[in-house]
């Protein structure tokens, strides 16, 4: 090819020659929403012969998305409970700070339920309370128990590997990083990628971003090293609206570790959903007078009293005593694995915690169905602002959006892929 693409020109049969293929669909990114994406657009195109491509940045698979390292769980109204749809969407908008879109709250809530069970179709197992009856915990923000769980607090490693083995047959291509998203005046036209061979590009009518989030842009977060806010930038150059970005959740409890580097542990909400309170150095109530909730009051909130505490007292830290739940290596194995390489021990002494980077309420401007405005180009995930979060997302509604946005992201895709033929 000699075309120049970006300013960046190819010599023939040099080694900057770019490489060249072509699909149906391409998505960008193999967390939650990725492969929920992909599996869906597959699904759409496979009868009309359709190819759908899968991008991820690292080489490696293991902890390589955010999704892996989901602890608390999934947030779903399920039928024939003392739960309702109303609910689910009274208690999103309220932790979102009257900046949710209560159109897009509503349509993404009520499609959990059908979401979370195509999911189990797909091969994920949830932990239960009774035979064919799902256990259910309860996070910040939420005014019933409504959060399905996996593995006790190891939810996303039970839906990544889910995931994993329904896309086995798929086209997933690792090491394959995302650098522009090309289109000409009026629809997308493919992406632009490195791989070990250099440059190429994959044209394609439809994109999908799912590249998760940004936390990395932070020195303390719970976030993998590939959440370094990717699909923002390659939205951003696409000539693509981002909204809501300045809205950058810090999850309360994250394991404090004066030594530690890069990503951080997560201690769990669900801890304080099955009784553990924060407390100081001092043994007092962190979050008392703050909210009617109290440490189950809306991150946000329970953040910034951690915040203002810190900033009183002049401590490190503050702690979460989570001593009085039963079993607590059974129920929390994830954290309670991460408590002891930190010379923790849960059952015995309080965790240190503070609050860390977490998760991108805002993101690139979609629809409830992930469509954004330029033709062909959808977003769903972490990445997107659908207007579910507004300034504040409540508890384990990301994977959640993930499922419901991710699946009709990519259905939407294939469509879209059918009705303009190849480019
Ligand atoms: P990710 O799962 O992060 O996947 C992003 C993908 O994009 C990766 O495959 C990455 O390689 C790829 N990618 C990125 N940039 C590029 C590029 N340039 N080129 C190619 N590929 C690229 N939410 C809940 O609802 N419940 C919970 O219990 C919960 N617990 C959490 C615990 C932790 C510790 C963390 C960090 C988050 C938690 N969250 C939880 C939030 C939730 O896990 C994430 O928001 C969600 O999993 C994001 O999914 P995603 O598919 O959008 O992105
Ligand atoms: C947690 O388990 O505390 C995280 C849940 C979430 O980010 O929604």
Known sequence: MTTPVLGLRPVAGGVSEFWQQRADVVVIGTGVAGL????????????????????????DREGATATYYAQGGIAVVL?????????????????????????????????????????????????????????LTREGGHTRRRIIHAGGDATGAEVQRALDVATA???????HTALRILHDDTAVTGVLV???????????PSVILATGGLGQLYSATTNPAGSTGDGIALALWAGMAVRDIEFIQFHPTMLYDPNARG??????????????VLVDSQGSSVTDGVHPMGDLAPRDVVAAAIHARLAATGDDCVFLDARRIAEFGRRFPTVAAACAAAGVDPTRQPIPVVPGAHYSCGGVTTDAYGRTDLPGLFAAGEVAR?????ANRLASNSLLEGLVVGRRAGAAAADHATQVGSV
């Not at 490195?194 to 394609?204: K, T």
């Not at 990503?263 to 553990?276: H, N, Q, V």
């Not at 659908?386 to 507004?390: A, E, I, K, S």
């Open 36 to 59: 929920v994406a992909a599996l869906a657009a597959h699904r759409r195109g496979k009868r009309v012969g359709q190819r759908v491509i899968v991008l991820s940045k690292p080489s």
């Open 79 to 135: 039928p024939d409970s003392d739960d309702s749809v109303d609910a689910h969407v009274a208690d999103t908008v309220a932790a979102g700070g009257g900046l949710c879109d209560p159109d897009a709250v509503r349509s993404i809530v009520a499609a959990g339920h059908s979401a979370v069970a195509d999911l189990v179709a797909d091969g994920a197992r949830f932990d239960e309370a009774a035979p064919a009856r799902w256990a």
């Open 169 to 175: 047959a798929l086209d997933i291509r690792r090491n």
């Open 194 to 204: 490195r791989n070990e061979d250099g440059l190429g590009i994959l044209h394609a």
């Open 263 to 276: 990503r951080r542990p997560l201690i769990t909400e669900a801890l304080r959903g099955e009784g553990a």
């Open 386 to 390: 659908t207007g579910l979060h507004g």
